[in-house]
């Protein structure tokens, strides 16, 4: 084998392996996209519920019953 092929096989292998490396990146990437956004929607529940409460708890103060 010569250094000229040489050296060719090592760049096809060079770019197999960066073009690998870019897709799991990507795959990565995406997937902590789905992850954030799921605790995301989960954190913007448990905060309306909590704004319901306050609510809830600042409606009964106003006409004077009591909260329980």
């Known amino acids: 084998m ?3 092929s040489q050296y060719v096989l090592l760049t096809s292998v060079l770019l197999y392996e960066q073009n690998q490396q870019r897709e799991l990146t ?3 990437a995406k997937e902590t996209e789905t992850e954030m956004q799921k605790r995301l929607n989960v954190q913007k529940a ?7 409460r306050h609510i809830s708890f600042i409606d009964q103060v106003i006409i004077g019953k009591d909260y329980r």
């Open 2 to 4: 010569t250094v000229s």
């Open 26 to 28: 990507i795959r990565h």
């Open 46 to 52: 448990e905060y309306e519920e909590a704004i319901k």
